[in-house]
């Protein structure tokens, strides 16, 4: 029997990749999209036919009854946000509405109309913040540093509360950096391989960059939505953190991405304090043992393919725009 799955955030880097990853699987995919006057459909315009879209936003709980109601899910994916850390300093009311309030919204809508239904939290490693031990596992206490790191932990909280108030499968994946070629370019990831591949081809002449020694624990976003389908799956739900268990300096990623392309980092990259964070997250590395032993998943893409891969990604795109110019 064709399964149906209402995904929130589909045109982002995850809701793309797990839109995918789901009508690969033969679901009927459904898509809550915001009302704007230029929809952005990038990272699912080769997919858009194959999903129905519903209009709706997490700021309007109407809007989210009938999302429910029309899509009649089986399993719900709640990816939608203002995920963006750097912004959550200057949005920082605006953040907790999506990313924290918004799962409330989201959870009720499912509650009312679709109690059966299996609700998926996209939780993120900004919850743990300060460090309280290395590695991050389910356990560590939350210490966030950012307005969107607060906002995260409202939401995988109140996911927790309503699996044990309403007898709900109500889980969350605590989901470390995850990068690909479809990552915002405002994301390090892709600041750092469009600026390489933009310097390679002439376009610009230095980058500017904040933080060089703050570790992260980076994967891939396509291994990352397998976590998401596996934990619906289970028969009991369960929060599990979803990484790779090892972590690289931001200087390793711009050594990595600058490589690929023979340049010389160091000539092009400049210090900005403008660019350092108010309250910085020095390092984030999870344990991601339950999931391996409990859902059976495995990490496929390392971290100098995944950057190798969005670096050449970006020197493509950009070779390309430059020949449709000179045509």
Not at 145 to 166: L, Q
Request: aromatic letters at 10%; one cysteine or more; glycine letters at 8%.
């Amino acid at each position: 029997m064709t399964k149906n799955a209402l995904i929130t955030g589909i045109t982002g880097q995850d809701g793309s990749y797990l839109a995918e990853l789901l009508l690969s699987k033969g679901y009927k995919v459904y898509g809550l999209r915001r009302r704007t006057s230029t929809p952005i459909m990038d990272n699912i315009q080769h997919i858009q036919d194959e999903i129905e879209f519903i209009e709706g936003d997490l700021l309007d709980q109407g809007s989210l009854h009938q999302a429910v109601q029309v899509s009649n899910p089986d399993e719900v994916y709640n990816l939608a946000a203002q995920s963006f850390v750097g912004t959550s300093w200057d949005q920082p009311a605006l953040t907790g509405q999506f990313t924290a309030i918004g799962v409330t919204h989201m959870l009720e809508a499912v509650r009312y109309n679709k109690p059966d239904a299996k609700f998926y939290q996209a939780s993120s490693s900004e919850m743990f913040g300060k460090v309280q031990e290395t590695p991050q596992t389910e356990t560590t206490p939350f210490y966030p540093r950012s307005p969107y790191g607060v906002a995260k932990v409202y939401g995988h909280w109140i996911t927790v509360n309503y699996r044990e108030s309403y007898n709900m499968f109500a889980c969350s994946g605590i989901l470390f950096n995850h990068e690909s070629p479809r990552r915002g370019v405002e994301f390090v990831t892709r600041k750092v391989t469009d600026a390489a591949a933009r310097i390679k081809l002439g376009l610009q002449k230095e980058l500017r960059m904040g933080n060089l020694d703050a570790r992260r624990d980076w994967g891939f976003a396509g291994d990352y939505v397998e976590a998401m389908w596996l934990m619906l799956q289970q028969d009991q739900p369960e929060d599990f953190v979803i990484s790779t268990g090892e972590t690289h300096t931001v200087q390793e990623l711009v050594e990595v991405a600058f490589g690929r392309l023979g340049l010389r980092w160091q000539d092009h990259v400049v210090i900005d304090p403008k660019f350092v964070r108010p309250a910085e997250v020095d390092l984030l590395l999870g344990d991601c043992t339950q999931a391996k032993r409990k859902l059976g998943w495995e990490l496929k893409v390392g971290f100098e393919q995944m950057i190798n891969m969005m670096v050449d990604s970006d020197f493509n795109r950009l070779k390309n725009t430059l020949r449709e110019q000179l045509v």
